[in-house]
């Protein structure tokens, strides 16, 4: 596992750029849900789109962050499995992160599963430590959360 300082020194300014953005979310999910609905959406879309091309053009790029992981049970399972099928694992989050954007979207059916969809992806992933901008994922969940109990306002809107 590389160091903190490491890691921090090769990727701080995508951390800092993550993170506002989550921030913002959080307090967009608080005073203004449907704009905080609005922008998870485009981040899930644009995560999709990203995903979609790096995995086709460039699937061992991933495999970068099994050193970022603070559970050896994910760096284990990068390292092993997901190496030898990267580019299916990666093309279904992104089918993932892609209906989640959409659920976003929608009102009514659609939106719950979609938030509930963004707490599990954001929890999932924040034991990669840096390689998810933690704690991003971890605030877009607790906005997800944030905008389950909003949800009747925000179908209203």
Same mark, same amino acid.
């Given at each position: 596992m590389i160091l903190v300082t490491e890691q921090w020194s090769e990727h701080w300014f995508q951390y800092l750029i993550s993170n506002t953005i989550a921030l913002v979310v959080v307090l967009l999910a608080w005073k203004m849900p449907t704009a905080a609905r609005? +922008? =998870?959406?485009?981040i899930f879309v644009a995560a999709s789109i990203a995903n979609i091309f790096v995995a086709i053009i460039k699937p061992q790029d991933y495999l970068n962050y099994g050193q970022f992981s603070v559970l050896d049970v994910y760096r284990s399972f990068i390292d092993g499995w997901f190496a030898e099928h990267t580019r299916l694992f990666v093309l279904s989050i992104a089918a993932g992160q892609f209906f989640i954007g959409?659920?976003?979207f929608a009102n009514g059916a659609l939106l719950k599963p979609a =938030?509930?969809?963004i707490v599990i992806f954001g929890l999932a992933i924040a034991p990669l +430590?840096?390689?998810?901008?933690?704690?991003c994922s971890v605030l877009l969940a607790f906005a997800a959360i944030m905008l389950c109990f909003k949800s009747q306002r925000i179908e209203d809107d």
């Open positions: 609005i +922008g =998870l959406g485009i959409v659920g976003m =938030l509930i969809g +430590g840096v390689g998810s901008a933690f704690p």
